[in-house]
C-alpha cells in the first residue's frame, strides 16, 4: 500500500484528456552533485513527465525517486524509466516496491545493456504484470498487490520485422502503452502501423505515444535530422517553428498522443522553456 498521494495512470489520463493532444514530457534525471536540477520540472505543464534512465555510468539520480519528487511538486503524473539490462529480477522487484510505496503508477521498461543475470524489458512487463496480481518474482504471496501502468518502447528505425514481432511480444507480456522513439519522417509512422497490422492481422490496440525529438541549433539527437531541416535550421527558422510543424503532420493523419523530447546537447543540457512554448502553443488552442 502506498504511504503517499498516488495519482492517475497514463492510460486513464489518456481517457480522461480534454486537450487538443496529449503530451508526456522526457526529463532527464539530474546528477546527484547538482539535485536542485529538478525544479527546472516546475516550469513544465505537460499532462505527464516521462523521468528517462540513466545511461551508462552516469551517476544520476534514480528516475524512480525523480519520479517522486516531480510528481509530488508539480502534481502532475510522473512515469519511471528502468533499464532493466541493469537489473536481476530479485532487484527489479525490490525497486518496484518502493516506486510503489511511494504511489508511483507508471513505469516504461526498456532493455539497457544486459548481461547473462538480467532480464529483458519484455520479462519485466511480466513480472510487474504478476505484481499487480499479487505473486512476486518467485510466485510467493505479495501482501498488497502493486497498481502500475506498464509500459515499453518502440523503435521503427530498426528492421520492422524484428520489430513488429517484439512489439507483440510486449502487447502479450502485459504492455499498456508504448513509448515511440522520435522520427522526423512522419509517413513511416503511417507505414510501420500498415505493416504490423498486415504482419500480425490486428492494429495496435493499446495506445502509442509517439515521439517528437525537439531540435534547436546546436542540438542533438537521436534520429538523423533531415537535411531541409538542417538547413532551415542555419537559416534562423525556430526550433518551435520546426516542432510545431511536425505536430501538424500528425495530426493530419489522426494522431494526438505525444512523447515529446525537450532539446539536449553534448554538455548534457536541456533546452526545456522551449519545450514549455511548444506546450503552451498546443494545448492554448
Not at 30 to 41: F, M, R, W
Not at 134 to 158: E, M, Y
Not at 208 to 237: A, N
Request: net charge neutral; hydrophobic share 40%.
Amino acid at each position: 500500500m502506498s504511504i503517499f498521494p498516488s495519482r492517475s495512470k497514463l492510460t486513464e489520463d489518456l481517457r480522461n484528456s480534454r486537450r487538443k493532444c496529449f503530451i508526456a514530457c522526457d526529463f532527464s534525471p539530474p546528477k546527484l552533485d547538482n539535485p536542485q536540477g529538478l525544479k527546472l520540472a516546475t516550469s513544465l505543464n505537460p499532462d505527464m513527465f516521462s523521468v528517462s534512465y540513466n545511461p551508462g555510468q552516469s551517476v544520476k539520480l534514480n528516475p524512480v525517486f525523480a519520479s517522486f519528487w516531480i510528481q509530488n511538486e508539480t502534481k502532475i503524473s510522473s512515469a519511471f524509466t528502468l533499464a532493466t539490462g541493469n537489473m536481476t529480477p530479485r532487484c527489479l522487484e525490490k525497486l518496484l516496491l518502493n516506486a510503489h510505496v511511494l504511489g508511483l503508477t507508471n513505469a516504461v521498461f526498456v532493455m539497457g545493456d544486459a548481461s547473462s543475470k538480467t532480464i529483458s524489458a519484455t520479462k519485466a512487463l511480466e513480472l510487474t504484470a504478476r505484481m499487480n496480481f499479487g505473486l512476486d518474482v518467485r510466485n510467493n504471496q505479495l501482501d498488497i498487490p502493486t497498481n502500475f501502468c506498464i509500459g515499453s518502447t518502440i523503435d521503427i528505425s530498426k528492421n520492422w520485422d524484428h520489430e513488429i514481432s517484439l512489439t507483440k511480444k510486449k502487447i502479450d507480456s502485459g504492455a499498456e502503452f508504448f513509448l515511440a522513439q522520435a522520427q522526423f519522417d512522419i509517413s513511416k509512422v503511417v507505414q510501420f502501423l500498415e505493416s504490423y497490422r498486415d504482419k500480425i492481422g490486428t492494429h495496435i490496440e493499446i495506445p502509442i505515444l509517439w515521439g517528437v525529438q525537439m531540435i534547436t541549433k546546436g542540438s542533438s539527437s537521436f534520429s538523423s535530422i533531415p537535411d531541409d531541416m538542417k538547413r532551415d535550421l542555419d537559416l534562423g527558422r525556430s526550433g518551435l517553428d520546426i516542432a510545431l510543424e511536425i505536430f501538424d503532420q500528425y495530426f493530419a493523419y489522426g494522431i494526438d498522443s505525444f512523447y515529446l523530447l525537450p532539446p539536449f546537447f553534448r554538455t548534457g543540457k536541456r533546452n526545456y522553456a522551449l519545450a514549455e512554448e511548444l506546450i503552451s502553443a498546443l494545448t492554448s488552442n
